[in-house]
């Protein structure tokens, strides 16, 4: 147990580990989640006032069995069949590699290609992560009847479609892998782009969870260590990106000071063992972490080592095309080579009149050069494309207030 | 062992039509080397030969026939197999060596076992 783990932490840590092994042994992740949903309420009963048990994961263990032997026996008992014969024998406490080859088979089940991504999202938070239905809904914003019937349908998916309880081959994991990582990097986007304070702070912890499991079952995979470290890097800053009224702050105005620098340490430590796992082919994680990092140590916007940055997002854009790299390529040279260079790499950037942050990106570079009139139109453009309340609001401010050296 | 059934969604042709022969040449291969776990299958007509039945009001009700496909799309189901696989990955790897896979698409469906 790490310092500082509360009790609901634990119970929650081992949790996912019993779920795991219980839905090896009886075949069915949904069962093998209400036996152990059952037997954490009892541990978070029982242990504040009991003190923790020695084995933690044994504790849960045999009162999560209890639970799912008393329903496979009702179950047997309504089907008119002999009980014994539907039990499944029980193994004796797991070594530690069998615990981790079932913890990577509830990972990839929960995460397969066959489940849509709003799937392996929500099943991410529930069954991974072992929130309860109720709280994946209101961190995901929608309602719990929804979310309910959102987990029913992919857990149904599973069994129906004989989605495999497996480790992949070594030949398809890096595949797997990667996708795993998407799932969990939208969750932490969820959690990023989420207008309410609440919802951020609880998405992007599971995401960082979620990620930190995914870093212990690969201690070696840059992508597992480069999405960790890319999610601290990003969540280091979070109480420096809104103002006292709720506001977005951009990177340039942020307080450092209330930048989180335990998650800045750790971060760009595990972009350095990323770095240094990675064999010749660079990872689009440990490339993002790495231009994350080089914020985070910058002791200010204006001493960001933006020859630094640029020279990353080179390296991102070989294996990472797409128009937003080129777009955040784009901000990064305007800093380093001033806003009509930047403004020249952003309306290259033709195949994106859709995205917000392209026209909010193009307000910026025209007010910075001075064109203000059609920094306006570009702002007009960024709010009709849907640009977020908040960036939005950011922006106007900016916008309403005359330039220094006008009258 | 479940069984999955493989639909090929393709342009909407006529197999019999000697231009197809290649392609046809191309699915014999595939039944060849899946024949392991292919439990049946065939190749249908285009849907200019398909009649779609409705029975209007209930059991007993008046039978409307309507010329032509449940749905008009611009891939049509041009065929299907039976597949007995393990599990939905052994479906999958099955599935992506159809050649509808490649020249459309192939939906992959486990079939109720009773």
Partial sequence: MRAGDTVADLVRTEGTRVLATLARVTGSIELAEDATQ??????????????????????????????????????????????????????????????????????????????????????????????????????????????????????????????????????????????????????????????????????????????????????????????????????????????????????????????????????????????????????PYVVQAAIAACHALAPSYRETDWDAVVSWYDVLLTVHDTPVVRLNRAAAVAERDGPAAGLALVDAITDLPGYPWWHAARAELLYRSGDHPAARAAYDRAVAAGLRRQAADHLRLRLDRPPAGQP | MPRYVALTYTKDVDWTSPEYRAEMADYAEFGKAAAAVIRGGDALYPTSTATTVRVSGGKGGDVLTTDGPFAETKEALTGFYVLECADLDEAVKVASTIPAAWDGAVEVRPIIEF
């Fill in chain 1, 38 to 283: 059952d037997a954490v309420v009892r541990a978070l009963e029982t242990w504040p006032r009991d003190g923790i048990p020695h084995n933690p994961r044994g504790w849960l263990l045999v009162t999560a069995r209890h639970r799912a032997l008393d329903v496979l026996r009702r179950e047997a008992r309504r089907a008119g069949k002999e009980a014994a014969a539907m039990l499944p024998t029980w193994p004796e406490p797991e070594p530690p590699e069998v615990v981790r080859d079932d913890l990577l088979r509830l990972v990839f089940t929960c995460c397969h290609p066959a489940l849509s991504a709003e799937a392996q999202v929500a099943l991410a938070l529930r069954t991974l992560a072992g929130l309860s239905t109720a709280e994946v809904a209101a961190a995901l914003l929608v309602s719990e009847a929804t979310m309910a019937k959102r987990l029913t349908r992919a857990r149904q998916k599973i069994a129906r479609a004989r989605i495999p309880y497996r480790v992949p081959a070594a030949e398809e994991l890096p595949d797997r892998l990667a996708g795993v990582a998407a799932t969990v990097y939208l969750v932490f986007n969820a959690g990023y782009d989420a207008d309410e304070p609440a919802a951020t702070a609880r998405l992007t912890a599971e995401a960082v969870r979620l990620g930190r499991l995914l870093a212990e079952l690969f201690p070696d995979e840059p992508t597992a260590l480069g999405l960790l470290a890319l999610m601290l890097l990003q969540d280091s800053r979070r109480a420096a990106r809104t103002d006292a009224d709720g506001r977005l702050v951009l990177l340039a105005d942020q307080d450092r000071s209330r930048w989180d620098r335990a998650a800045v340490t750790e971060g760009v430590t595990l972009v350095g063992t990323a770095l240094r796992r990675t064999p010749d082919r660079p990872e």
